[in-house]
């Protein structure tokens, strides 16, 4: 994943459906938050999550 994905990562993530179990959809700024958040937890633990 990448900054390049934002585009694709909005439409799945600003989805009420999707994101039906989270606070609310995600718009394209919360988005890139999302995945520049998920790019340090890789670069700091080796995998998303922590």
Do not use: C, F, Q
């Not at 990562?9 to 994101?19: K, N, P, S, T, Y």
């Not at 718009?27 to 995998?47: K, M, Q, V």
């Amino acid at each position: 994943m990448s900054t390049d994905d934002v585009d694709v990562m909005a439409d799945l993530l600003g989805d009420a459906r999707v994101m039906e179990y989270y606070a609310h959809p995600k718009d394209r700024g919360e988005t890139l938050g999302w995945i520049d958040w998920n790019l340090r937890n890789y670069a700091e633990y080796g995998h998303r999550l922590p």
